[in-house]
């Protein structure tokens, strides 16, 4: 009988000091004393990367380019070193593997590549000798040769992809255990989730709950990889967890999967004109500046004159505003911005056809005396731009009225 395989991936506070990697260590030994295959991933210590980034930044470097990318990488790289130091300690058979030296093969801009292959023999060669590779993840090497970077949180997607290349499943170590209905420092009455869809997962993660890597849900659904979040921090056996899974498999038992948020948020909109001429100014203009833009509303009056307006993250909104002015002038459409903002979103795929869902809502709001500056949907989410004053309120009104804290666990 084949072995089962498995990917652990730990994160900077699994990896923070040589304690807390024993402990991680004595998960992976454990899972080996199973009998499986099993490879890790490995993230930087915590705290490893800004100390890093704030060297290169010193000495002119900055993020985007290539030497930058270089120092960056070197963090997961120690992790690596460290935990296979461990694992030996513990009696285990280990190997460090970095970016370069397996390869994993990436593209694209430093501090954003992709990850177009991975040479999975090495890895298939060290897990049936019964020795575990600790994959440095976070990076790759271009074609060029040199080291590039994935991006925040891209050792999830490192995990994700190792697992993809070598037929396993994939559990995430990081500080919490599992994926929760709200922020529990928010809201203490969250409770843990037992399963979440790939979908409803993807808009967690994409609104601001910080478990989980968009881009690793992304590959793991695309590859069909089973993901599990886990904690690396109860003792070694003991932690529970949560299961990103398909919808198909999720048993409707929840319209409402989570509650999640994004703080310092602005609101930046154009008045007048026709609508696809504010808009198309707007969103070019945004475009070539490089500004992500997050929630957008248009409305056109049989009158004539249009309101287009989008959000954007607060840190941008100077440079959205810088971006915008000129043409808007010129054009003479009126600008107007607002700041002191934060999103709201109510995230399920129980959310598809339910307008009762967004009557709740707005209900909430209305009872906290919360004012909605803007609404985004889709078929599995519900967002809304609130005074950032209020964003507790908010957050712990909506998890009551959609009884989350009696969600399965």
């Known amino acids: 009988m084949t072995p089962s395989r498995l990917v652990l991936k730990f994160g900077g506070t699994s990896m923070a ?81 970095t970016g370069w030296s397996l390869p994993i093969m990436v593209a694209g801009s430093p501090g954003a590549a992709k990850i177009t292959a991975i040479a999975s023999e090495p890895l298939n060669q060290m897990m049936q000798a019964g020795t575990v590779p600790v994959v440095a993840g976070y990076q790759g090497i271009n074609a060029e040769g040199r080291l590039a970077t994935l991006g925040r ?98 048993a409707e038992k929840r319209i409402v999967s989570g509650v999640a948020y994004v703080r310092d948020q602005a609101r930046l909109s154009i008045h007048g004109g026709e609508g696809p001429d504010a808009a198309q100014l707007l969103f070019t203009t945004l475009g070539n500046a490089g500004v992500d833009v997050d929630m957008i509303v248009q409305a056109c009056a049989r009158s004539g004159g249009a309101v287009v307006e989008c959000s954007v993250a607060g840190r941008d909104l100077p440079r959205a505003l810088a971006a915008v002015e000129v043409g808007a002038q010129t054009r003479g459409f009126e600008m107007r911005s607002e700041t002191g903002l934060a999103k709201v979103s109510v995230v399920g795929a129980g959310l598809r056809g339910r307008a009762d869902v ?21 078929e599995i989410k519900i967002s809304v731009l609130v005074d950032a004053d209020l964003l507790e309120r908010a957050v712990r009104a909506l998890h009551t009225a959609y009884g989350l804290e009696a969600a399965q666990t």
């Open 358 to 378: 967004a009557r709740t809502l707005y209900q909430v709001m209305a009872r906290q005396g919360v004012a909605v500056r803007m609404t985004a949907t889709s």
């Open 153 to 250: 949180g891209g050792a999830d997607l490192s995990a994700a992809a190792v697992a993809a290349v070598v037929g396993a499943e994939c559990d995430i170590y990081t500080d919490v255990d599992g994926v929760f209905t709200a922020d529990p420092g928010m809201a203490p009455e969250a409770v843990r989730v037992e399963r979440i869809g790939h979908d409803a997962m993807l808009e967690l993660a994409a609104m601001g709950a910080k478990v989980l890597q968009t881009r690793s849900v992304e590959y793991a659904k695309a590859k069909g990889v089973a993901l599990r979040v886990k904690s690396s921090f109860l003792p070694v056996g003991k932690s529970r967890g949560t299961e990103i899974t398909p919808e198909v498999e999720i």
């Open 17 to 97: 000091n040589p304690e807390r990697i024993a402990h991680s260590a004595s998960i992976v030994a454990a899972e080996v004393h199973k009998g499986k295959q099993v490879a890790v991933v490995v993230s930087a210590m915590a705290g490893e990367t800004d100390r890093l980034l704030g060297a290169a930044e010193s000495l002119g470097g900055g993020l985007g380019e290539v030497e930058t990318d270089t120092v960056l990488a070197a963090g997961e790289q120690v992790s690596a070193a460290l935990m296979a130091l461990t694992l030996k300690q513990q009696g285990l058979k280990a190997e460090a593997v």
